[in-house]
């Protein structure tokens, strides 16, 4: 890393001795309308070209796009990544080197490239993240088809470490660190291990039997069996329209009833069986990856769906915030 300094550090001061020079002998010509607009634009496209390296190798600006780490990190927030965390990555989404003494370690506030993004050809993807970086993240030409802003990047705490294996239930997380033999539910591992109290639920447990009710309601009607479907499902499935959620909340323990009662109506179907056991089995976490979670944990699309994030493809770790003004913090104890 202290060659990268240095040779930035070098390239900086010949650029600025160049400048100095030229402006020295464009002092001594008569200034025209033409030399003093090419002055301004030499000098936006080297500051441009300056801010898209820093933002490139050492610190990057990042807008929180979404509600799923609220209120740790809010929607709108603007926080500096250090993108030197888990080695150098030599070009926007590219590889990464310096690695090997350079590990996520758990509980960190990380920011990798989303698994589920759709690409629009490398070109674009390299384009479209220069632009991104070399306007302090003010222009974002990355687009859905709707017009929102493409989620190229998310931000999520990691939360599950190789050789961890997490299960979900009723929302709560349970983590069986590797080398044990038990699962822990998470605010009793997060005591005993020291750490943050951060994420948090914002889904009341008791609604939950009216969620399952509607996904095992769901799944009698699939199979054709409607008529069937116990009196006892239809009135634990109402407490869920008359609480206000007249929608699923948590799609993870949703399929996990619905596949479960697919399941048992034929035990024969393997495919059912096994989509069936990815939920109930829970989640292991394989080397060189890990597994983030949002911390507002019913409104967040992380790894219980899309599964564990290579550190290949983690690209920072969030270090501060910088706006709002009244919400400036320090984020690199992860609170």
Do not use: C
């Not at 898209?52 to 929607?75: A, D, H």
């Not at 590797?178 to 005591?191: K, L, T, W």
């Not at 329209?241 to 048992?264: C, H, Q, V």
């Not at 080397?287 to 493809?313: I, K, M, T």
């Amino acid at each position: 890393m202290d060659r990268i300094y240095t040779f930035l550090e070098r390239a900086a001061e010949k650029k600025l001795t160049e400048r100095k020079r030229i402006k020295a002998y464009n002092e001594t010509k008569k200034r025209t309308l033409l030399s003093e607009i090419w002055s301004w634009i030499d000098a936006l496209i080297f500051a441009i070209f300056w801010v898209i390296i820093i933002n490139q190798y050492l610190f990057q600006l990042f807008v929180i796009p979404s509600p799923s780490m609220v209120s740790t990190l809010n929607v709108g927030d603007r926080v500096i990544v250090n993108k030197d965390s888990y080695g150098i990555e030599l070009y926007p989404a590219g590889k990464k080197a310096l690695t090997d003494s350079r590990r996520v370690q758990r509980d960190e506030i990380i920011t990798f490239y989303n698994p589920e993004y759709d690409s629009k050809g490398p070109v674009f993807d390299v384009l479209s993240q220069v632009i991104y970086m070399g306007t302090l993240t003010l222009v974002n030409i990355d687009k859905n088809e709707d017009g929102t802003p493409a989620e190229r990047l998310y931000v999520k705490r990691a939360v599950g470490m190789p050789g961890d294996v997490i299960r979900f239930e009723d929302g709560n997380v349970l983590i069986k660190p590797s080398g044990e033999d038990a699962f822990m539910e998470e605010e009793e591992f997060r005591a005993a291990s020291d750490l943050v109290s951060g994420p948090h639920r914002s889904i009341e447990a008791s609604l939950y039997p009216a969620l399952e009710a509607a996904a095992a309601l769901d799944a009698y009607d699939e199979a054709g069996l409607s008529s069937e479907a116990p009196a006892s499902l239809i009135s634990e499935r109402s407490k869920l329209i008359g609480s206000g959620y007249n929608y699923i909340f948590d799609r993870y323990e949703y399929e996990k009833t619905r596949t479960g009662t697919l399941s048992a109506f034929d035990p024969s179907d393997m495919a059912l069986r096994s989509d069936h056991a990815h939920y109930t089995n829970g989640i292991y976490v394989p080397e060189d990856y890990v597994l983030p979670l949002g911390d507002n944990r019913d409104n967040s699309r992380d790894g219980r769906y899309f599964g564990a994030v290579s550190e290949s493809d983690i690209n920072g770790r969030v270090v501060g915030r910088f706006w709002p003004v009244n919400r400036i913090s320090s984020l690199s104890d992860n609170i």
